[in-house]
């Protein structure tokens, strides 16, 4: 009996958390969203249009949540939810597209140009001691993602194929999701999926990064929404001053919002402080007890499950189980051979600089696949020494070192 009134007790208490964060965050948060869009011109708003219709849908469905209850917007908000995640996806998936196409034109010039550095092998030094100027891994391995994209690339496709092939091998033994999620990534970075999104016309990759910008936002409050939406009625009774809070915001208009601000969010930044705290000691009790009872979960802690995500910071997580089974060596093998199809698609269309590009795009979303630093610094060297292009390699190496530039 006792462990049953512990499990009811935590799942009270998290639950509890969830709605008043989800109604405090959710002001305050919205408060600011609406504030940015008073100065549009100031945040790059202005150049926002297809995202526009979703923070009218979002903001219909708040104020049906105190109209009808967080219940009757269930549906709706996870709805909405969904088709914000898809149209990020096709927008990122555009600008992937047209970032090839920017890295072409950007390599586009004189060949003969004279080099911005004595020779290669300095080109070499410069860069190597750049992306090892740090000692921490992370750092280390983002700034060899981005000098293989920058790099000039000469290799044969044989070689490259058997790069790719190497890199995804490298997710054996780990959960079936993590190599689904990435050959999304690379077939988003090669361009392949930016070719299939046939609705959106938009081309600039300014005005897209601005869409998906503003996209982001809204994802991020129709979140709190959803977690509302799946609060018992009790839950909002029980916080009606953050409820309350939350309805003001939604009433205010206009120029004067500012002028509010102190009058509203008095003290709720040291509650939120609070909050947070809490957060982290009932998920971290939430997520043992899920360890220890998964498979014998009653649907108010699968309810909790999904809050929880919805809490996270990543704004688009799933909101269901990944598929955890294993990787195995055919499995890797089965999703090489199809990509590489898709990709040897591209290749038989494509002209010689786009097909670079997407090299180049293809082999920095890869996992790090040099063994050692001697052969990171044999990889820039051959990369330097088979182009000969001096403008592409002036550009190559400037870029390197302006992107990982010690600071």
Known sequence: MGKTIDRERLCSSLESCYAELAYTNLAMIYFSFCEKDETPDEFGRDKVSLAKKYRDELEALMKKCFEEGSDAVREEAFALRKSIKELVNKLVDKRERIALDEYVAEREGNADEPLSFADDDEAARKILQAIFAYEDNPTINENIKTTVYELPVRMTKVRFFDILEDGLKKYIGGPVDAITRAVYMIESA??????????????????????VEYLNDIAELCNYVCVLSECSADMHEKHKAKSELLKNVLSLSGKGMEDEADRLFMGIEGQLEQLAENQVVFEGRFDSFIEENRGNLSETEKKLERMKRLMSASVYADLEDSDESEITAQLAREEFEKLSAKLNECFSKGERPLNRARMAAVLSSLPVFFNSRTDCMNYVREALAACRDNHEKNVAVANILSSIAVL
Do not use: F, M
């Open 190 to 211: 090669a361009g392949i999926r930016g070719e299939l999104v046939s609705d959106i016309s938009e081309d600039n990759s300014a005005v897209l990064d601005a869409e």
